[in-house]
């Protein structure tokens, strides 16, 4: 098993240029969420799934749009990126949610917003 | 506003010494875990914990859920090298399915 998987794994923006960023997993998960980690603030919670077809706001929505047409991918998008959207960006899955499953992450993706 | 407080953001000692980090948080939670994340990787789950006051134990690592799931700690005896990296809690709420939130993480260093 892979686990999850992200691509790419590092990626070079022009402020205003638009991407997908892509998550994959192979565990049959049912909850998929994409976070972001900036120095010293830990993850938030950017956008995440409870299921195929559905999505929902997390903590830091804004410039963002996601869709889980697959159960097995997440998808993460920037319409006009931004220089406040360079991160390090986390995809994760768990098999169901009641805030006590485990989360199972990906290796990150490294953007950098010029 | 940050739900998770961590404490200390910091932390440098030398192999052999113990350590304690701190999980703070004026909400309840369902759950509480753990996690170590080292760089250039994903966070890595260590421990869930579930109940008020449980205590946990992974080899040297000891969890602790403070009695009223607001708060917990990790205390690590006789730190390794090994042990390097970033912790992170994270609280869940059985009501609030699919969302967790993270504290800003204790970044620890052991020297050799």
């Known amino acids: 098993n892979a686990g999850v998987t992200q691509t790419p794994k590092f990626r070079v923006l022009k402020t205003g240029q638009s991407m997908t960023l892509l998550c994959a997993q192979d565990m049959n998960h049912e909850y998929m969420y994409w976070y972001r980690q900036d120095p010293g603030m830990g993850l938030r919670l950017i956008h995440y799934?409870?299921?195929?077809?559905?999505?929902a706001k997390g903590e830091v929505p804004d410039g963002y749009n996601v869709s889980r047409l697959k159960k097995q991918n997440f998808l993460l998008g920037l319409e006009s990126a931004a220089p406040s959207q360079t991160s390090v960006y986390f995809c994760?899955?768990?098999?169901?949610?009641?805030?006590?499953?485990?989360?199972?992450f990906g290796p990150g993706t490294r953007l950098t917003v010029l | 506003t940050q739900l998770l407080e961590q404490s200390p953001q910091f932390l440098s000692i030398q192999e052999g010494e113990n350590l304690t980090v701190y999980c703070n948080s004026s909400s309840v939670f369902s759950s509480l875990q753990w996690y170590r994340q080292e760089p250039g990787e994903g966070p890595v789950l260590l421990v869930t914990v579930v109940t008020g006051g449980e205590v946990k134990k992974l080899k040297r690592l000891t969890f602790q859920f403070g009695d009223a799931r607001k708060d917990s700690s990790l205390h690590i005896t006789a730190a390794q090298p090994g042990d390097t990296g970033l912790y992170l809690c994270a609280g869940g709420w059985r009501t609030n399915a699919g969302k967790s939130t993270f504290g800003d993480g204790t970044t620890l260093t052991v020297k050799p």
């Open positions: 994760a899955s768990s098999l169901a949610s009641y805030g006590t499953d485990t989360q199972y």
């Open positions: 799934s409870v299921g195929e077809g559905t999505t």
